[in-house]
C-alpha cells in the first residue's frame, strides 16, 4: 500500500519503517530539511534500538524515503499518518498547531481520495478539527475531494519502539467509517498474525483511550513513588511490598517501580493535558492531579536526600551522575529527572559530572556551555574526584559495576541510587553507604 507519514520523529519514523519492512511503499514527509538531509544520508536523527538497520535496508529497497515537499508527500499515499508533535500549551493543554498545519496541507494539495489517520496523541474532538481543517481548504479551492479522518493512536515505547510497533499488544482504530477501517485493518494485518490485535471502537473513544493509558501508568508510578517515601519513614522496604503486591494477578509487576520520577516527551504532557481536558469540563480528575504533584515532587527527591546527607551544604562539592536520558535505550532527555536534578545540585552550589552511553550529545545541546558540568566519556570516570555518585537512569551497563573500584574513585563512597539498581546489603558489604528509594 502507499504510505505518507507526516512528521518524522519518533513516532513517524519508526512507523514508516516497520510499515516498509512488510512491504509497503512509504513516503515520509518533515518540515525540518535537517532531519530529512541526515535521513536522505543514509543516517537517522535519534537513537532507538534496531531503527537504524530497518531504515538502511528498506531505504536501500527504495521502499521508504523522505521528503520536505509535502505536495508530493499528500499525491503518495492513499493513507496518510499525522504523526506530528503535540507539545504542551503554558495552560497543560495539546498545542494542536502542528496536527492542525498538517490537516491544512494535506487538504490544500489532495486530488484523490485520502483516510488521514490521526497518530499523534491528541485530545477527544481533534479528528473532528482535522476534518474541518481539510474541508476548510477543499472548500477554499473549490474542491470535492473524498475523504475519512480517523483516529490510530501510538502506544510504542521509546527504547522499544520498533519491537512494540512489529509486535503490537493492540492497534486501536477510531472510525466511524467502514471502508477507512477496512483499509487500515488491511495496512495493520501484517503485525498481528499470531491473534487478532485490531480494537475498532469509536473515533472519541480511540482519542481517550491513548491519554487513559498514559495515565494509568503515571498513576501506578506516583503511587509507587509515595508509598516508597512512607516506607522509608516507616522502616519497611518498598521492594518487598512490590512484590507483594505485584503477585496479585489484578495488580501485577509491571510499572511499580519507585523511582526519581517519570519523565519523557509523553506521561507529563499527556497527564497535563488530560487534566486541561477535564477541567474545561467542569470535570474533575482528583487522582491524576495528583499524580502530577507528586512526580513534580519527586524529581526532587534525589537532590533532597543528597543536600540532607551533606548537612544541607552542597557549596565546592562535586556530584557524579550515571544516566540522563529519561529511561534507557533513548537519547531523550525531555523532562527527564536528570534535568530537575543537575539544575537542583548547580542551584545548591554543587557542580556535576555526567555520564549517559547515548545521551551526552543531547545533553550538551540542552545544559549548553557551562563550566560547572563535566562530562565523562566512561562511568568509572564520572566519580573520579567527586564527592557522591547519583544514579537516575537504570541504564544495563550500571547494573553491575566493580564496587571497589566506585569506592577507590569517589571520595565519599556515597551512592544515592535513583533506580534500585542494586540490594543494599551488597552495596554496603562493598563498603558503599548505599541510599536507595524506599529501601531499608
Ligand atoms: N515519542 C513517543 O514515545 C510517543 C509514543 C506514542 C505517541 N506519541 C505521540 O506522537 C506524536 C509525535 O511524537 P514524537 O515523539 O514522534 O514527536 P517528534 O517531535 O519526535 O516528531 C514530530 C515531527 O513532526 C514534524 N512536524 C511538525 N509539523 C509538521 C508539519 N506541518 N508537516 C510535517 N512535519 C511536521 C517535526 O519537525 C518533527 O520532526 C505526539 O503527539 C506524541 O505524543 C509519542
Redesign the pocket.
Same mark, same amino acid.
Given at each position: 500500500m502507499k504510505v505518507t507519514i %507526516?512528521? =518524522?520523529?519518533?513516532?513517524?519514523l519508526v512507523s514508516g519503517a516497520c510499515l516498509a519492512e512488510v512491504g509497503n511503499d512509504v513516503l515520509c !514527509? *518533515? %518540515? *525540518?530539511a535537517n532531519?530529512i538531509r541526515v535521513l536522505n544520508e543514509g543516517g537517522i536523527p535519534i537513537f532507538e534500538p534496531g531503527l537504524l538497520d530497518m531504515v538502511k535496508r528498506n531505504r536501500v529497497a527504495r521502499r521508504i524515503r523522505f521528503t520536505t515537499d509535502?505536495r508530493a508527500a499528500v499525491a503518495h499515499g492513499t493513507v496518510q499518518f499525522i504523526? %506530528?508533535? =503535540?507539545p504542551p500549551e503554558e495552560d497543560g493543554s495539546a498545542d494542536l498547531q502542528?496536527v492542525v !498545519?498538517?490537516a491544512r496541507?494535506i487538504g490544500r494539495h489532495m486530488n484523490e481520495y485520502r483516510v488521514v489517520v490521526d497518530?499523534? =496523541?491528541?485530545p477527544v474532538g481533534t479528528a473532528d478539527r482535522v476534518r474541518e481543517s481539510i474541508a476548510a481548504e477543499l472548500a477554499a479551492r473549490q474542491a470535492a475531494v473524498p475523504f475519512s479522518v480517523v483516529s490510530n493512536?501510538?502506544?510504542?515505547?521509546?527504547g522499544a !519502539?520498533v519491537e512494540d510497533f512489529m509486535r503490537p499488544d493492540r492497534v486501536v482504530i477510531g472510525s466511524d467509517d467502514e471502508q477507512a477501517t477496512h483499509i487500515l485493518r488491511t495496512l495493520y494485518a501484517p503485525f498481528q498474525r499470531n491473534h487478532e490485535r485490531v480494537l475498532v471502537m469509536d473515533v472519541r473513544s480511540a482519542e481517550l483511550t491513548k491519554y487513559a493509558a498514559n495515565a494509568m501508568l503515571a498513576t501506578r508510578i506516583s503511587f509507587m513513588n509515595e508509598l516508597a517515601n512512607l516506607a522509608e519513614k516507616l522502616g519497611a522496604d518498598i521492594e518487598h511490598v512490590r512484590q507483594g503486591i505485584g503477585s496479585d494477578p489484578r495488580i501485577g509487576y509491571q510499572f511499580l517501580y519507585p523511582g526519581a520520577g517519570y519523565g519523557?516527551?509523553?506521561f507529563p504532557? *499527556?497527564v497535563k493535558a488530560l487534566l486541561r481536558s477535564a477541567a474545561d469540563h467542569q470535570q474533575e480528575l482528583h487522582v491524576l492531579d495528583a499524580v502530577e504533584r507528586a512526580n513534580e515532587l519527586q524529581k526532587h527527591v534525589l537532590s533532597g536526600k543528597i543536600r540532607r546527607r551533606f548537612g544541607g551544604k552542597l557549596q565546592g562539592l562535586r556530584i557524579a551522575l550515571w544516566g540522563l536520558a529519561f529511561k534507557p535505550n533513548t537519547d531523550d532527555m525531555r523532562e527527564a529527572p536528570s534535568r530537575v536534578l543537575v539544575a537542583d545540585l548547580l542551584e545548591a552550589g554543587a557542580s556535576v559530572c555526567v555520564y549517559d552511553p547515548i545521551a551526552m550529545d543531547e545533553a550538551k545541546r540542552i545544559f549548553g556551555a557551562d563550566d560547572r558540568i563535566v562530562y565523562a566519556t566512561s562511568p568509572m570516570q564520572a566519580l573520579d574526584g567527586a564527592d557522591a555518585l547519583a544514579i537516575v537512569t537504570e541504564w544495563k551497563e550500571f547494573r553491575s559495576p566493580d564496587f571497589a573500584d566506585m569506592r577507590n574513585r569517589l571520595r565519599h563512597a556515597v551512592v544515592f541510587d535513583g533506580r534500585n539498581l542494586y540490594e543494599p546489603a551488597t552495596a554496603r558489604e562493598a563498603g558503599l553507604e548505599y541510599h536507595p528509594i524506599g529501601r531499608l
Open positions: %507526516v512528521g =518524522t520523529g519518533y513516532v513517524g !514527509a *518533515d %518540515v *525540518d532531519k509535502i504523526a %506530528v508533535g =503535540t502542528y !498545519a498538517a496541507s497518530k499523534s =496523541t491528541v493512536p501510538e502506544f510504542l515505547k521509546e !519502539a519523557g516527551s509523553c504532557k *499527556d
